[in-house]
C-alpha cells in the first residue's frame, strides 16, 4: 500500500475519506437493506428527538447497525471476488456476516423499544 506522507496530513485525511465515502454511496445505492436500515435509523432519531429520549443510545445502535452492514457488502463482495462458483465455506462466510448484521439489528430493537417506550410511556402520562 502506498503511503502520501505523514498520517497527520489534512489531504490524505480527506483522500481516505472520499474512500471510505464511496463506500458508503456504494451500499445506499446498491443494497436495498442498508437503505431500508438508514430510514429506521433517522426514523428513531427523529423519534427520540420529538420524544426527548437520549439520543445517545439511538446514534449508536444506529451506528452499529449500518457499518456491521457495510462490512456485510465488503465481504460479500470479497467471497463473491474469491470464490465465483458456490462453495460452502463461502456461503458460511456470507450467512455469518449476515448473521451480525441481524444481532445488531434485534439488540437495536431492544434498545430503541426501551428508550423511545420509556420516553412515550412518560408522555401519554404513565410515570
Same mark, same amino acid.
Given at each position: 500500500?502506498?503511503?502520501?506522507?505523514?498520517?497527520?496530513?489534512?489531504?490524505?485525511?480527506?483522500?481516505?475519506?472520499?474512500?471510505?465515502?464511496?463506500?458508503?454511496?456504494?451500499?445506499?445505492?446498491?443494497?436495498?437493506?442498508?437503505?431500508?436500515?438508514?430510514?429506521?435509523?433517522?426514523?428513531?432519531?427523529? #423519534? *427520540?428527538?420529538?420524544?426527548?429520549? +437520549? !439520543? =445517545?443510545? @439511538?446514534?449508536?445502535?444506529? %451506528?452499529?447497525?449500518?457499518? $456491521?452492514?457495510?462490512?456485510?457488502?465488503?465481504?460479500?463482495?470479497?467471497?463473491? #471476488? *474469491?470464490?465465483?462458483?458456490?462453495? +460452502? !465455506? =463461502?456461503? @458460511?462466510?456470507?450467512?455469518? %456476516?449476515?448473521?451480525?448484521? $441481524?444481532?445488531?439489528?434485534?439488540?437495536?430493537?431492544?434498545?430503541?423499544?426501551?428508550?423511545?417506550?420509556?420516553?412515550?410511556?412518560? !408522555?401519554?402520562?404513565?410515570?
Amino acid at each position: 500500500m502506498r503511503s502520501d506522507g505523514s498520517a497527520l496530513s489534512l489531504r490524505r485525511w480527506w483522500r481516505s475519506a472520499a474512500f471510505a465515502w464511496a463506500g458508503v454511496a456504494h451500499a445506499y445505492r446498491t443494497q436495498a437493506n442498508f437503505r431500508i436500515e438508514v430510514a429506521c435509523g433517522v426514523l428513531a432519531c427523529a #423519534l *427520540a428527538v420529538a420524544l426527548h429520549a +437520549p !439520543l =445517545a443510545p @439511538i446514534v449508536l445502535c444506529c %451506528a452499529l447497525v449500518l457499518s $456491521l452492514e457495510l462490512v456485510n457488502t465488503a465481504l460479500e463482495a470479497l467471497t463473491d #471476488l *474469491a470464490s465465483p462458483d458456490l462453495h +460452502p !465455506l =463461502a456461503k @458460511i462466510a456470507k450467512d455469518a %456476516a449476515a448473521g451480525a448484521v $441481524l444481532v445488531a439489528s434485534l439488540g437495536a430493537l431492544v434498545v430503541g423499544a426501551v428508550v423511545l417506550g420509556t420516553a412515550l410511556w412518560r !408522555l401519554v402520562g404513565g410515570m
